[in-house]
């Protein structure tokens, strides 16, 4: 049986509403049709496709090497699926840091081409000008503070962010701006819990927590993390609602087993 709730369009002003109302927004990364069928069928109210598909779909070691191309791909395939979450795609390295015209001609690809509605950028104060020229176009970003993956090389670690004064100060200066320029939301990647529930009642727009407590208005987790599919990655924010890499390898080892010793398929699965 279907747990979706009442078919209504999540949309960037549902969001505002919910944080108004105090109703915590549930969010899960997506990048393909399949899961993206399911997510939306649960009545997950936003789906992202994050640059983590470089590590979860394309095997890569970080965020850095995905193309605006691949995350077209996944994005189009998600959109396809969706019909009421409101899907939020991210902006790959190298597409939007430093250039705003280049920013709008990616986010401008990424409309035009996947039917998304909505893109996030990593970065606060520095990025503000491409972010001001994606808004101009009508298109609504949510910002992305704290642990931001696509600077890893520059932070060395993926450890908790903004844990002294100077970082955190930074931080919530940077989610002002972010709201002042016009985003419709901030994602606060791995910071303490505290300093996400001060940024959170410092804004009127929704604060989207990985790894940042509850005291925030919604929580996102890599679709693959949560379910188990990955194995490698345990930090301690993370809680896995499923083993899918032992249930999936223990299915394909009965199907293994059963083509090997003539059990499959059975009279019944034959013509
Ligand atoms: O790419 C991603 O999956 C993300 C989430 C961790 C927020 O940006």
């Known amino acids: 049986m279907s747990t979706q709730i009442p078919f209504k369009r999540i949309t960037t002003h549902v969001l505002a509403e919910m944080k108004l109302r105090g ?19 649960a009545g997950i109210d ?8 470089s590590n979860v779909m394309a095997g890569y070691e970080s965020t850095l090497p995905i193309t605006l191309d691949m995350m077209i791909y996944h994005a189009a395939s998600v959109v396809r699926a969706v019909s009421r979450a409101l899907v939020v795609v991210d902006l790959p ?7 705003s015209k ?4 990616s986010a401008i690809r990424i409309m035009k081409e ?8 990593e970065g606060g104060q520095e ?6 020229r994606i808004l101009s176009a009508g298109i609504p970003v949510m910002g992305h503070l704290g642990l931001t993956p696509q600077s890893i090389h520059k932070f060395g670690t993926y450890v908790v962010r903004a844990t002294d004064e100077k970082e955190a100060e930074k931080l919530m200066q940077d989610a002002l701006i972010l709201e002042k320029t016009g985003c419709f939301s901030i994602v606060l990647e791995k910071i303490p819990a505290k300093l996400a529930a001060k940024v959170c009642s410092s804004v009127n727009i929704p604060v989207i927590g990985i790894g940042a407590g509850r005291e925030v208005d919604g929580q ?11 194995t490698e990655f345990s930090p301690r924010f993370l809680r896995r609602y499923h083993n899918l890499f032992d249930e999936i390898k223990g299915s394909v080892r009965n199907y293994i087993s059963d083509v090997k010793n003539l059990e499959f398929p059975n009279d019944r699965e034959q013509y």
């Open 23 to 41: 109703e915590k927004i549930s969010m899960l990364t997506g990048y393909d049709f399949s899961m993206a069928r399911i997510l939306d069928d």
């Open 46 to 53: 936003v789906i992202l496709v994050g640059d983590s598909a």
């Open 93 to 99: 390295f190298g597409t939007y840091q430093g250039n």
């Open 102 to 105: 280049e920013a709008l001609a």
């Open 114 to 121: 996947t039917g998304a509605h909505a893109v996030k950028l």
């Open 127 to 132: 990025i503000c000008e491409s972010i001001n």
């Open 220 to 230: 996102v987790l890599v679709l693959h993390d949560m379910l188990g599919i990955t």
